[in-house]
Structure formats: structure tokens, C-alpha cells
């Protein structure tokens, strides 16, 4: 098992900074990719990022490409999303997860599917205004 909990969501306006953070424990020696979706009322689950734990490469949906990174702390099995230039648009609940896969899989070509990933947090509220 492994259990997410992230943190960092508030209410800024539109062009501002905001950096969520996501603390994995338990089996974290079993994660091999960590992902930010986000789901706005009435819409899908949607990808937002992706990070390869070990290695660290990473993926970004195009609507947030250029205004957000994010990044892994291996020892303090964490990782961030720090979001700049947020827009009205980017508001939405924020979660955090976790693919831990059990065999051979393309993570590569899968990274932006809600079904890659294994475990969830309970997610952040992120709400822009214009």
C-alpha cells in the first residue's frame, strides 16, 4: 500500500504562483511514476503531470506546458507541482498518484491515463480568480 497526501491548495488570483506538494509513505520503494490530475465540476479527471521517480523524466499535459513543473525529492519521497501564469481555468481539485506497477508496462505511452496509476490522494482545491 501506499498512501498520498497532498497539500499546498488555496485560493490565488489569475497570474500568481502556486506549489502543491504530495508526501507519499509505505511502500514507496514500489512507486515507479507520480502523476498531478486535477477535475474540475461537471468535467473529467484529466492529466496534468507526470515524473519518473527514478531518472526523472517528466510530462506535461499542453495546456499547462511552460507554466508548470514538476519535480521529485527521492529522499523525502515527495513530489511538487509548482504552478505559475495559473489562469481562471486551472481551477479545479488537484490529486496526486501513484503508479506502481506489478510487470512490464509503457508507462511512456500510458502516462496520461487516470487507469496508469494505483493509488490516489484526496486531493487539493485550487481555485483561480480572475
Known amino acids: 500500500q501506499v498512501q498520498l497526501v497532498e497539500t499546498g491548495g488555496a485560493l490565488v488570483q489569475a497570474g500568481g504562483s502556486l506549489r502543491l506538494s504530495c508526501a507519499a509513505s509505505?511502500?514507496?520503494?514500489?512507486?515507479?511514476?507520480m502523476g498531478w490530475f486535477r477535475q474540475a465540476p461537471g468535467k473529467e479527471r484529466e492529466f496534468v503531470a507526470g515524473?519518473?521517480?527514478?531518472?526523472?523524466?517528466?510530462y506535461y499535459a499542453d495546456s499547462v506546458k511552460g507554466r508548470f513543473t514538476i519535480s521529485r525529492d527521492n529522499a523525502k519521497n515527495t513530489v511538487s507541482l509548482q504552478m505559475n501564469s495559473l489562469k481562471p481555468e486551472d481551477t479545479a481539485v488537484y490529486y496526486c498518484?501513484?503508479?506502481?506497477?506489478?510487470?512490464?508496462?509503457?508507462?511512456?505511452?500510458?502516462?496520461?491515463?487516470?487507469?496508469?496509476?494505483?493509488?490516489w490522494g484526496q486531493g487539493t482545491q485550487v481555485t483561480v480568480s480572475s
Open positions: 509505505g511502500r514507496t520503494f514500489s512507486i515507479y511514476a
Open positions: 498518484a501513484a503508479d506502481t506497477p506489478t510487470g512490464f508496462h509503457n508507462y511512456r505511452s500510458n502516462y496520461g491515463r487516470p487507469t496508469t496509476y494505483d493509488y
Open positions: 515524473i519518473i521517480w527514478s531518472g526523472g523524466s517528466t
